[in-house]
């Protein structure tokens, strides 16, 4: 520890902040777990970013707004890590969009790749997937294919007439 900062370039921070914590030196774990956060936020604003194409044709996904607002907290403004994503403000109790949701107020609208960056770090859902940027269009059935135990569930069979 130089100036209370720890210099983690060339050794395994994860391995010196198990030593720290053993010894119990809590200045330096609380320093080694600062610099880890802001490693991971700046890693997780590069994914993400990258991610965010606005010019691809693929299919739009909606993320609740106040998640959104933590995730950029986090990303953005040192704030605490999100939780998972939550878009149950978004359904009803058969997963249909409450009536009434509006863009940027209620939701954001993400593409495809931004929503996978996303998802890939924190999982969560419901999963909103359309063909268009309106949470009423039809469903698009990329909403079935991510799970939380990473299998892909099938799309519910239409029922015969």
């Not at 309106?134 to 909403?143: A, E, F």
């Given at each position: 520890?130089?100036?209370?900062?720890?210099?983690?370039?060339?050794?395994?921070?994860?391995a010196?902040?198990?030593e720290?914590r053993?010894?119990r030196?809590?200045?330096?774990?609380?320093?080694?777990?600062?610099?880890?956060?802001?490693?991971?936020?700046?890693?997780?604003?590069?994914?993400?970013?990258?991610?965010?194409?606005?010019?691809?044709?693929?299919?739009?996904?909606?993320?609740?707004?106040?998640?959104?607002?933590?995730w950029?907290?986090?990303?953005?403004?040192?704030?605490?890590?999100?939780?998972?994503?939550?878009?149950?403000?978004?359904?009803?109790?058969s997963?249909?969009?409450?009536?009434?949701?509006?863009?940027?107020?209620?939701?954001?609208?993400?593409?495809k790749?931004?929503?996978?960056?996303?998802?890939d770090?924190?999982?969560?859902g419901?999963?909103?997937?359309?063909?268009?940027?309106?949470?009423?269009?039809?469903?698009?059935?990329?909403?079935?294919?991510?799970?939380?135990?990473?299998t892909?569930?099938?799309?519910?069979?239409?029922?015969?007439?």
């Amino acid at each position: 520890m130089r100036n209370k900062e720890v210099i983690l370039e060339d050794s395994d921070p994860e391995a010196v902040l198990m030593e720290a914590r053993y010894y119990r030196i809590t200045p330096m774990v609380e320093e080694i777990e600062k610099q880890l956060l802001n490693k991971r936020r700046k890693k997780e604003r590069i994914k993400v970013m990258e991610a965010d194409d606005t010019t691809s044709k693929e299919s739009y996904f909606m993320i609740e707004r106040s998640w959104g607002e933590k995730w950029y907290a986090f990303v953005f403004k040192d704030g605490p890590v999100p939780p998972s994503i939550d878009n149950t403000p978004l359904v009803d109790e058969s997963g249909r969009p409450k009536p009434g949701l509006k863009p940027n107020k209620d939701y954001f609208v993400v593409r495809k790749a931004m929503w996978v960056a996303l998802w890939d770090i924190y999982c969560g859902g419901p999963i909103l997937a359309r063909d268009r940027a309106n949470i009423y269009d039809r469903r698009n059935p990329l909403s079935y294919i991510w799970s939380l135990d990473s299998t892909a569930p099938q799309a519910p069979a239409k029922k015969k007439k």
